[in-house]
């Protein structure tokens, strides 16, 4: 044995893959452990999609190889979603590229584009895989902090003054995930403008635009954005469908052809079930996102009051599946979830997995029953 590529050294295990091991060890041995650590929504797909699913596997001719482009009901049932909660007119043919999951567009993007020892602009905190992903390819992350106190908006005054000669990337997230800083359009033209200033590929991972938001919005909806951004997108938060695998990249021609190239070296297509689901979530009416709405802001403000008896602080006007909480002067937030898991067998994350700005945070997630919060809210003395 002549050793392993030096890439993976430059990673660790993902938290959760970890983590949850040691929680469900602890649910095997019997302890009743609350999960409010994750998020993979609990919830099931709508009807609608689950039979499409099923109809399809019931034909013989459906269980072949798939286009790696996704069917052009799929392409299409994408660009109408896109130009109607968005207001972003797509071509579906050039425009789109469906991804098995948002995580898989992560690291063709970053193959795309990157090569060693180019730079990348990561959010701190932010979702770990951004960092990940760049170390794998021998890139080099640089982080850059958001200001909760103006929905998310990167400090890019302190950017300006950093050498940017070598940045080929910048991830952006709104809502932002961990924090849930909304963004908003004044950010998102602001991070066009500076993407075109510095010839910077600008990339928009946007799962959480219809969970707890005001008004969903797409960085394509940002006049001259189509020049310097992609946006990621993802059906798993939005309709439920985490375990599907279903996500989706949009963006420029010339770019989508490309990733195209990384990405039909990789897979070989979509299970045609799956495209078939897919196509049916993305044509369910407002009622749907309205549904999911109610429900999680019930959770929400559970997850507040449970909150509230930890002497925790969060933003109300924060949106999409997470609480982002500060944790009190005096106890640090590996305290509080060493606490919460050992003491009272509920698991929340500790900030410091997303980044060094995170190490004074907690992070819930409301993919848990309402009455499974409260049983949580009464085991807090």
Known sequence: MKGFADRVSSVEEYYFSAKL??????????KPVINLGIGSPDLAPDKKV????????????AHGYQN?????????????????EYGVSLNPTKEILPMMG??????????????????VLIPNPGYPTYTSVTNLLGAQPIYYSIDLATAGRPNLE?????????????????????????GSKAIL?????????????????????HILTKEPISILSIPGAKDVAMELNSLSKAFNMPGWRVGMLVGREDWIAKVLKVKSNMDSGMFLGIQKGAIAALNLG??????IESTYQSRRKLVWKLADKLHLTYDTKAAGLFI?????????????????????????????IFGSEGENYVRFSLCMPEFKILEAINRIK
């Open 21 to 30: 091991r040691e929680v469900n060890q602890m649910i095997a041995e019997g």
């Open 50 to 61: 689950i039979d499409a699913l099923k109809s399809t596997a019931d034909n013989p001719q």
């Open 68 to 84: 790696y482009q996704g069917i052009p009901e799929l392409r299409t049932s994408i660009a109408n979603f896109y130009s109607r």
């Open 102 to 119: 948002s995580k898989e567009g992560i690291m063709h993007l970053s193959m795309t584009f990157l090569n060693p020892g180019d730079e």
């Open 158 to 182: 302190e950017l300006e003054n950093q050498d940017l000669s070598k940045v080929k990337l910048m991830w952006i997230n709104y809502p932002h995930m961990p924090t849930g800083a909304p």
């Open 189 to 209: 033209q602001e991070l066009v403008a500076f993407a075109k200033k510095h010839e910077i590929v600008l990339l928009h991972d946007n799962p959480y635009s």
């Open 286 to 291: 407002e009622s749907w996102f309205s549904d």
């Open 324 to 352: 982002w909480c500060k944790v009190p002067d005096g106890k640090s937030a590996d305290q509080v979830v060493d606490e919460l898991l050992y003491e009272r067998n509920i698991f929340i994350t500790p900030g410091k």
